[in-house]
């Protein structure tokens, strides 16, 4: 089976349109959907229609969860918190409810899927280093546990010999027996690791392999319609350089 991770469209319809049809073109069996569909991007309500329409499984994320106030803003800085509040004011009744019935996390046989951490999700915590890392790899059993939240794709294995691996553009994985692995499959629509392009992951549970892809998305456009629903500049400045 095939499956494709997306992970923080954050309202970005045009980084999602494009992810999904390479997604598509790749053939994947399953796609699964790492949270945060809304917050920072203009089209919330575009966003999760489409999400909603096109993913085999999803869970939610800290901006869906603040977007319909289970989550408080206080930790998010000034720009996101700004950004949230706009796509409170946007979201229609039907989207809410759908974030609403949303859950933390989603198991598989080999892989367990949630957006932040597999040590109690929702405190929303952050996996960026190696030692965030080791921390989590306890508090979950399955062989890889695939998550977003930071927007930067990285590969994490832990065995005899523990290690951190960070995916460059477009590597091959091959995933080994002798390790279990926390997955990050960088973002659709915020790329923070100084490439702009939709990040999406693929795994291939017959080959035991990951891939990361990049697709390339009208970044302009989506600048643009920011712009004119006024959201903060420095919001629609960093998509340009993926930061
Ligand atoms: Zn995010």
Redesign the pocket.
């Known amino acids: 089976m095939k499956y494709a991770f997306i ?2 469209i ?1 309202g970005n319809l045009e980084a999602l349109n494009q992810a999904l049809r390479l997604i598509d073109v790749l053939a994947c069996d399953k796609i699964i959907c790492l ?2 569909i809304v ?2 991007g203009p089209f919330p309500n575009e966003c999760i229609e489409k999400t909603r329409q096109s993913v085999d499984q999803i869970v939610i ?3 869906d969860s603040a977007a319909i106030m289970k989550t408080a803003t206080t930790y998010f800085n000034e720009y996101a918190k700004e950004a949230i509040d706009w796509t409170r004011k946007e979201l229609s009744a039907e989207c809410e409810a759908y974030l609403e019935s949303l859950d933390l996390e989603y198991l598989e046989n080999q892989f367990r899927a949630l ?1 932040a951490t597999p040590n109690d999700p929702e405190k929303w915590n952050y996996i960026l280093t190696f030692p965030d890392a080791y921390k989590n790899f306890g508090c979950f059993s399955e062989k890889i546990c695939f998550i ?4 930067v794709p990285a590969v994490f294995k832990y065995g005899s010999n523990p290690s951190r691996v960070l995916v460059e553009n477009g590597p091959d994985v091959q995933l080994s027996d002798d390790y279990r692995y926390i997955i990050n499959v960088g ?1 659709v629509g ?1 790329p923070r690791d100084g490439d702009p392009r939709a990040s999406i992951g693929v795994y291939d549970d017959k080959y035991e392999s990951f891939q990361l892809f990049r697709v390339e998305y009208d970044v302009a456009a989506t600048q643009s319609a920011m712009h004119k629903k006024g959201l903060p500049d420095f919001l629609i400045q960093r998509l340009e350089f993926g930061k």
Do not use: A
């Open positions: 992970s923080d954050h949270g945060d917050g920072y994320g800290n901006h957006h977003g939240h930071s927007h973002s915020q």
